[in-house]
């Protein structure tokens, strides 16, 4: 009895000093953004809770920097890349899981392939191509989008994990459809697209996540403050405001505002332990 | 069951997917390699044929020894901790206890939220006079430089990059734990045998394929670290905390050494691919089966 308790004991602690460390980071940066000016945020001993309390930072860097614009940035791309994630996916994963063709072999090692190869080593063609077909934001703002969504339209991942969703779908369910005189298109949106749902949540649930943190492709492409998604617009808080900790550390906790309420909504998607298929390489 | 496709309709739903493949992957891929074999280092808009000179410019280029160290020392470092802490932390999670919910949501944190506020974030921890530093001191050791001390640099960094992944390869973990059969938790139980008895007879062989799994994915991403890199120390101080990629990064966009840049990217090429290789023919085959 005593030895079951004094385990769970252990367990606990080790897991709130585990918890305590994955957000003690972002309680220091909360805690320095709360430090008015008349306190010395690099006192000894530090104090987590600020004697000086004030919002002012906040108020400070919501006027100087343009938190809106990059978060509607942000928006329009996360939510075209998972638009076109989702659209192309589903697309190139149907034939794959449900057709024979001619040439279906090669295509599937050849989308295969794309999985071992790292963006970081093609990035520098990538960005030649993107500027050769005028999708920079000198161009004008909508180019400068595509150019930041057009590189992550479809990943292999996206159409392997939609292939084993569609191959997951009884065949009896097609041939229904052809009984009542469906043509191939309504199959994919009207009986198909429907009952893999749940695998297009998980796609587009990771690939936000994943756009919407993305910084070195944008931090290549972009080249006017107007068009800075969040991570490009935090990292540039360091150059505009270079010792006031007080101030980035305000803009980067209210730059992350946004994301934490996604996650805390979806969190089932997260921490439920079912999508182990949304491993990610 | 009879064709209700007609000919041509497969080609047409693969074609938007391949569209964007062949222009975003497949030719920059085969670019890249062209590049490698050009000299732009005299003039950007001029660009000569040069054989294999960038890869032996790269090999004779101490740089280029002490990102390739670097990046060793990134994977020989992070991977065993990514491997390991988040398997532990995943036993520990994989039972009835309360506040399981709370425990995964704050572990969970760090992967969700963007890199560069991380980075921001552990800049602050890390700062002179900073919060690390009183620890440090009020331990009766000296200050460390912990961006700013070449000895430091990268180890600061790699911290950053474990305390960003341990609760996403900790998920994994625990997805795979759901698949030990609870039978031989019990007889081991009966037999006497300890946490870690336990643990590492029933538990370790048995989802030994996602270890594996987690070792080479957390492996292909330390090769590809960049953002940490490039908001905290920028690959200093002395070229310290430089690896691959941020190298990569500086010769192509800063020096517009593009050839010199696609060579080194020809070599990060080959061992992401090599890893992936290993990763999809071992320990992902299921998914990828024709």
Known sequence: MIKKILGKITIHSILI????LSIFPFIWLISTSLKGN????????????????????????????????????????????????????????????????????????????????PFQAIMLPVY?????LHLVDSVNNFAGFLGLIMPFAVSAFGIFLMRQAFLGIPREMEEAA??????????????????????????????????????????????????????VGVNNLQGMFSSNWRFIAAGSILSTIPIIIFFLCMQRYFISGENEGAVKG | MFRYYGKYAPYLFLMPAAIVLVIFFFIPFFQTIALSLMDYSSSIYNAQFAGLDNYVKLFH??????????????????????????????????RQIRGLTLYKILIYLPVIVSIVVAAIAFKWLYADEGILNFIVTSLGLEKIGWLTDPNWALYSVIIVTIWKGIGYYMMIYLAA??????????????????????????????????????????????????????????????????????????????????????????????????????????????????
Request: charged share 10%.
């Open chain 2, 61 to 94: 280029s101490p740089v280029f020894y002490k990102v390739l160290l670097n990046t060793f020392i990134y994977l020989i470092v992070a991977v065993p901790i990514l491997a390991i802490v988040p398997l532990f932390l995943a036993i520990l999670l994989n």
């Open chain 1, 17 to 20: 000093f585990v918890s305590l």
């Open chain 1, 128 to 132: 030649l191509i993107t500027l050769k």
């Open chain 2, 177 to 290: 734990l759901m698949s030990v059969p609870k039978e031989l938790y019990e007889a081991c139980e009966i037999d006497g045998a300890g946490f870690f008895t336990k643990h590492l007879t029933v538990t370790v062989p048995h989802i030994m394929p996602t270890i594996a799994l987690v070792t080479t994915i957390s492996a292909i991403s330390a090769m590809k670290v960049f953002a940490e890199i490039y908001v905290m120390t920028k690959g200093g101080p002395l070229n310290s905390s430089k690896t691959i990629v941020y190298y990569i990064y500086e010769r192509a966009f800063e020096n517009l050494d593009l050839g010199f840049a696609s060579a080194m990217a020809v070599v990060l090429l080959i061992i992401v691919l090599l890893l992936s290789l290993v990763n999809i023919l071992f320990f992902e085959k299921n998914r990828y089966q024709i």
């Open chain 1, 178 to 231: 052809i009984v009542d005189g469906c043509n191939v298109f309504q199959i994919f949106t009207k009986v198909l697209i429907p009952m893999v749902k749940p695998s297009l949540a998980v796609l587009a649930i990771f690939t936000f996540i994943g756009s919407w943190g993305e910084f070195l492709w944008p931090s290549i492409v972009l080249t006017k403050d107007a068009m800075y998604t969040l991570p």
């Open chain 1, 38 to 117: 008349s306190e010395n945020i690099f006192a000894y001993p530090p104090t987590i809770i600020p004697t000086d309390f004030t919002w002012a930072n906040y108020t400070g860097v919501w006027e100087k920097v343009n938190f809106i614009g990059y978060f509607i940035n942000s928006m329009i791309v996360a939510g075209g890349t998972v638009l076109l994630n989702i659209i192309l996916s589903a697309m190139a994963g149907y034939p794959l899981a449900r057709m024979e063709f001619r040439g279906k072999k090669i295509t599937f090692f050849a989308i295969l392939a794309t999985i071992m190869i």
